[in-house]
């Protein structure tokens, strides 16, 4: 089992920053790549960015592509995701997720997910 917690959500006007981080326990953390999804209201859950077991790839969605990053740092059992240029439609809950195996765009091919952190933008 590996337990996942978001933190770092809250309320930032256009254009503004936030960095969310998922700390993960339970497992060996460098075992599992790891993505980031959201869920704005009245949507369904999308993917946002993923990045492989050791940081060596990254992928991003078209929609946050040049404005988000993500990272982690296996010595401290965390994956962040540096969001910039915040527009309005990036408000959502945003969920770090955690897989064996290759990293992927997939939800359903996750095993684990945090409960998600509350991101506002407000224009």
């Known amino acids: 089992q590996v337990q996942l917690v978001e933190s770092g959500g809250g309320l930032v006007q256009a254009g503004g920053s936030l960095r969310l981080s998922c700390a993960a326990s339970g497992r060996t953390f460098s075992n599992y790549a790891m993505g980031w999804f959201r869920q704005a209201p009245g949507k369904e859950r999308e993917f946002v960015a993923a990045i492989s077991w050791n940081g060596g790839t990254t992928l991003a969605a078209d929609s946050v592509q040049g404005r988000f990053t993500i990272s982690r740092d296996n010595a401290r059992n965390t994956v962040f995701l540096q969001m910039n240029s915040l527009k309005p439609e990036d408000t959502a809950v945003y969920y770090c997720?955690?897989?064996?195996?290759?990293?992927?765009?997939?939800?359903?091919?996750?095993?684990?997910w945090g409960q998600g952190t509350q991101v506002t933008v407000s224009s």
């Open positions: 997720a955690a897989r064996t195996g290759p990293f992927t765009t997939t939800e359903r091919l996750y095993d684990y």
